[in-house]
């Protein structure tokens, strides 16, 4: 079983639709939680990180983070064409630096 | 602010041959991570550097890879031989503080290594 599991999609919605975007984990010791963006032929660039449980909302995403379940989770309000690019999940534990990631999601809006 | 640059973005080889990738990580980021992805997988790390010293190795495949960073600037990642296993995508990226997990990593667009 993978650590972490992210379905790879891709998931494909309207522009201005709400996005739900998901990974679940198996390991209780991961403390840090991050959603990276990545374009076709870039690198990942991070978008939101949390710590521990929680929500976290900067402008139109909304990141959760729901330790009890080891399910965390993206939002995307008002999706834009431009929103379209794979989303990788990835987490660690404390004193631990090495991210473990997810698979990534390729999310397409479709205007 | 130049970003995180890697050079080639794309090499394609024969198995056998050897390949070296360059990473040139933001100015003063002490810290220079490489990282793989290969084609449906998931993200791995490899190893990371503090200044010029192997931080953790930990990553790396085996000893057809080795990794160095000359003056604790660009870093090197070498591949000899290359099996075909190797064909993904390598990703460097650099930070300025200490190794938390928290901090911001900025990464380069990566080699895309192909290995016939």
């Known amino acids: 079983q993978k650590e972490v599991e992210q379905d790879p999609g891709p998931l494909s919605v309207p522009e201005g639709a709400i996005v739900s975007l998901n990974c679940t984990y198996s390991?209780?010791?991961?403390?840090?939680f991050m959603w990276y963006r990545q374009y076709s032929r870039k690198g990942p660039e991070l978008l939101m990180y949390t710590y521990s449980s929680g929500n976290k909302e900067d402008g139109r995403f909304t990141a959760q983070v729901d330790k009890s379940s080891k399910y965390i989770s993206l939002f995307i309000r008002d999706s834009q064409p431009s929103d379209s690019a794979t989303y990788l999940c990835?987490?660690?534990?404390?004193?631990?630096?090495?991210?473990?990631w997810g698979a990534g999601t390729k999310l397409i809006i479709k205007p | 602010e130049a970003g995180v640059t890697q050079f080639p973005s794309h090499s394609v080889i024969e198995k056998g041959q050897t390949v070296t990738l360059r990473c040139d990580p933001i100015?003063?980021?002490?810290?220079l991570y490489w990282y793989r992805r290969v084609m449906g997988k998931e993200i791995k790390f490899l190893l990371h550097?503090?200044?010029?010293?192997?931080?953790?190795e930990s990553g790396m495949p085996n000893n057809r890879f080795l990794a160095e960073r000359t003056g604790g600037t660009y870093s090197t990642l070498k591949v000899q031989p290359a099996e075909l296993e190797d064909s993904g995508v390598y990703f460097c990226a650099s930070s300025l503080l200490g190794a938390a997990t928290n901090e911001k990593l900025f990464f380069g667009s990566g080699t895309q290594l192909s290995v016939l």
């Open positions: 100015s003063g980021h002490d810290n």
């Open positions: 390991n209780s010791a991961f403390q840090y």
């Open positions: 550097f503090v200044k010029e010293s192997k931080q953790d």
């Open positions: 990835a987490m660690g534990e404390d004193s631990n630096y090495q991210l473990i």
